[in-house]
């Protein structure tokens, strides 16, 4: 079963508009960590923002904001006022401890996003 | 500046060979990850490793080997036992584990692909 689940393949957005990325996740560990990171086509990963399963607040980083729901297993990505340099693909991260003692990134598919003028 | 530095940009690789893409941190972090990328697709783990001599297979380890004689460095070979190996192939880099909120940091990666 996937642990980590993008829906949208594609999102399109105007430039200043607000768009929403979804991300769900599965796991059965109390102890988790959610990271986002966007990766432009030339193909570096940058991480974006992180939230914590024990994080009482939902994380903001500038313009990015997560809209956790523990409950649903969710942690959606919230980007404020578009540019056109937001067009990129992004991923959804979870981290988990595994048997020996690490922890490990398990990514999903990813979602492209279009900003347009 | 500190960071993660993979080489080569890209890499052709014939039938039956082997080849070797390099990752080397200056970051002073403990952990590094090797991971594989096809298009359109997400990341998924092949090794990794928390200190040096001693590493773990990922989800896809089959076809490739690693080794980590020091700290700074992660190398990934990608053996002619690996079938399918056209893709982007990422290195991160990682400080402190369990529970930390501290993020991967990742190449710019390579791309590999077969002649």
């Known amino acids: 079963a996937q642990k980590i689940t993008q829906t949208q393949p594609g999102m399109f957005v105007q430039e200043k508009e607000a768009v929403t990325l979804d991300c769900t996740y599965d796991?059965?560990?109390?102890?988790?960590?959610l990271f986002w990171y966007k990766q432009p086509s030339s193909g570096e990963m940058i991480f974006l923002i992180y939230?914590?399963?024990?994080?009482?607040q939902n994380a903001t980083e500038g313009r990015y904001s997560l809209n956790f729901q523990k409950a649903r297993k969710s942690a959606n990505l919230v980007i404020s006022a578009s540019q056109l340099g937001d067009s990129a693909m992004y991923f959804c991260?979870?981290?988990?401890?595994?048997?020996?003692?690490?922890?490990?990134?398990?990514f999903g598919k990813g979602t492209m996003l279009l900003v347009s003028p | 500046d500190g960071g993660i530095t993979q080489s080569p940009k890209y890499l052709f690789r014939k039938e039956g060979q082997n080849v070797t893409l390099s990752c080397e941190q200056n970051?002073?972090?403990?952990?590094m990850y090797w991971y594989r990328q096809d298009p359109g697709q997400g990341l998924r783990l092949i090794y990794y490793?928390?200190?040096?001599?001693?590493?773990q297979k990922g989800d896809i380890a089959e076809g490739y080997s690693v080794s980590r004689e020091k700290k700074e460095s992660f190398p990934l070979t990608v053996t002619s036992a690996q079938k399918n190996p056209t893709a982007f192939y990422l290195c991160?880099?990682?400080?402190?584990?369990?529970?930390?909120?501290?993020?991967?940091?990742f190449g710019d990666g390579t791309r590999l692909s077969i002649l």
């Open positions: 991260a979870m981290r988990e401890a595994v048997d020996s003692g690490y922890s490990t990134l398990t």
């Open positions: 970051l002073n972090h403990d952990a």
């Open positions: 939230q914590g399963s024990y994080d009482q």
């Open positions: 490793s928390q200190i040096v001599n001693d590493f």
């Open positions: 991160a880099s990682g400080g402190p584990e369990n529970w930390s909120n501290q993020p991967q940091h």
């Open positions: 796991t059965s560990d109390p102890s988790y960590g």
